[in-house]
């Protein structure tokens, strides 16, 4: 799924709108309001589709509906966005896209806690870690090979759907056997997107825990290709190749770190450690991000940040599991925290032209700035993992 919803974050999405608007300025704004309303979407769909699948009496199962039908509304979307010859168009295939697919990742992560035992959940989310490079790489390959916007949104789109097919109908599926004893009223529609921390500490610092790595992370991802053809030049193909051989880095790097991480994690039974080593990773990659001198250099950055992001993948799903408020509400929780995940790609595009123009207005540079923010935002999440008391 991430070959589809991340490759337009990562390439895709910020070539296809400087193709329809009148100067860089231009798409960059573009850039950052589609991204940021359609990020809002992924927000709100995670959790509700969680809660929604969780009281799922289909005798197809609890998430192969959703996980089946979000794929192929979001083939659908990504189609739409490669024929859009407007802002608009853009922004409406994106935000459709985001909720279907995030409907999928929802349901799909879900399955985590329905069939695996907590004591082999760190080995199996270093796995399911790999899946977020391997989709980016795999996106950014495909991209790198083919010419067109409809071709660039389509073809991952496809790949996509594939997979979450062959997924949704290999699995061995909890089938509810009544049906919910309340229908879901608006309260409880609304309940979907909050938690009480202070009953729920523990889950409280896990979800900024999240948002803040998430944070720094997220912040490369948008304006990657502007930072490469603004600051060293590039051609948009240059870019893309550019990108490409940052990705490698990336997934050799998190190829590692990822399954390791789990293994170590569940062989010392500690969650925190690991997390907060990989946000400290992920600083050090960032700040050299932030000074590269040339392109090289921003390859092995991305590469660092690669190694902290496997790490932190490899734990955080399994982290997270374990300090879930109810047990009956698995997938409706797991969407509250994936807010930590969609939250930062809405805010971070929204804020990222003030700190920009900031940096501009200085000798040390716009993106330079974007990317220690992000350092500073990832060391805080590093440093508050330590707040989590019910898990080592």
Known sequence: MYVAVLTPVMVSMAFKVQ???????????ALGLVLGVGALFALIANPLVGRLSDRTTSGWGM??????????????????????????????????????????????????????PAER???????????????????????????????????????ALALALLFAFSLKDRVLAEKPAERLTLQQFLGSFVFNPVEHPDFGWTWLTKFLIMFGYAGIAAYLPYYLTERFGLSEQEAISAILFAHIASMLAMAVSSPVGGI??????????????AGLVMVAGLVLLAFAPNVGVVIVAQGVIGLGAGAFLSVDLALATQVLPNPDDTAKDLGVLNIANALPQSIAPAIAPAILALGNATPLGGYPLWYLFGALTALAGAVLVYRIKSVN
């Open 19 to 29: 193709h329809i608007t009148a100067s860089p300025e231009a798409a960059a704004s």
């Open 63 to 116: 998430r192969r509906p959703w996980i089946a039908g979000g794929a192929a509304t979001g083939f659908v979307a990504l189609a739409l966005i490669g024929v859009a010859d407007s802002v608009w168009l853009v922004l409406l295939g994106w935000c459709v896209t985001q909720t279907a697919l995030n409907a999928v990742m929802a349901a799909a992560n879900a399955t985590l806690a329905d069939q695996v």
């Open 264 to 277: 170590i994690s569940d062989k010392l039974g500690k969650r925190r450690v690991p997390v907060a080593f």
């Open 121 to 159: 959940r760190g080995k199996v989310s270093g796995i399911v870690g790999i899946t977020t490079p391997l989709g980016i790489l795999g996106g950014t390959f495909l991209v790198n090979l083919i010419d067109g916007d409809l071709l660039r949104f389509t073809v991952p789109g496809a790949l």
